[in-house]
């Protein structure tokens, strides 16, 4: 069946860029979404791509969607500790508006 | 300009005992969701409102019914509280096909 796949846990110190990864199945998937989640709150769209770009980019986050391995990573130059947050990506499961979500990946930003 | 908001935040229920929990979106969407999270899981679509007049079943349906009174609210109702159902529900509200826009949360313990 459909699956997102995420690592669950990510440190890194700050300053430094954090790499967060994901597998997805569904090769039909439009878009493909980041959220992030801080402690106690509901979920914040980061950024998302179009499934026909390689990359996108906006301000200290790159996305990057290797369509062919079925791939997806966001990273954040120069990590900061308000950056400390539970990150999920999504694919939009059979173009039909019904989110899959991974398992979140948690990131603590160390100083 | 509220966004998605949900009631109640918090909740203590008995197994056996029922209740609704409440979103409502003030964006003029169409399509509405009912999600819960569960720890290492990520979120599950439990029911979807693709418009006004329509309900269907996500990936965890069951011990669930849902209402979709108007374009604005959806409703999430237990009709009796199972230990299982302990979670944090989130509500989220798009146009077909487009980002989806979540609220701040129900955390329910059910004992």
């Known amino acids: 069946g459909e699956d997102v796949e995420q690592s669950l846990f990510l440190s890194v110190r700050e300053g430094d860029s954090s790499v967060i990864n994901c597998t997805y199945t569904d090769s039909s998937s439009t878009y493909l979404y980041w959220y992030k989640q801080e402690p106690g709150a509901g979920l914040q769209l980061l950024t998302y791509?179009?499934?026909?770009?390689d990359m996108k980019q906006d301000q200290r986050l790159t996305v990057l969607l290797n369509k062919k391995d079925k791939h997806l990573s966001l990273r954040i130059a120069d990590t900061q500790t308000g950056d400390s947050a539970i990150y999920f990506c999504a694919e939009d499961y059979n173009q039909g508006g019904k989110l899959i979500f991974g398992q979140g990946t948690e990131l603590s930003v160390k100083p | 300009n509220a966004g998605v908001t949900q009631t109640p935040k918090f909740q203590v229920l008995k197994t056996g005992q029922s209740m609704t929990l409440q979103c409502a979106q003030d964006?003029?969407?169409?399509?509405m969701y009912w999600y819960r999270q569960d720890p290492g899981m990520g979120l599950r679509l439990i029911y979807y409102s693709a418009s006004e007049g329509t309900t269907d079943k996500g990936e965890v349906p069951n011990g669930y019914n849902v209402s979709r009174l108007n374009k604005r609210e959806f409703s999430l109702r237990l009709e009796s509280a199972a230990p299982s159902q302990t979670s944090v529900y989130f509500c989220?509200?798009?146009?077909?096909?487009?980002?989806?826009?979540f609220g701040p949360g129900t955390r329910l313990l059910v004992l």
């Open positions: 791509i179009f499934s026909n770009m």
């Open positions: 964006m003029n969407h169409n399509s």
């Open positions: 989220a509200s798009s146009e077909v096909g487009e980002t989806q826009y």
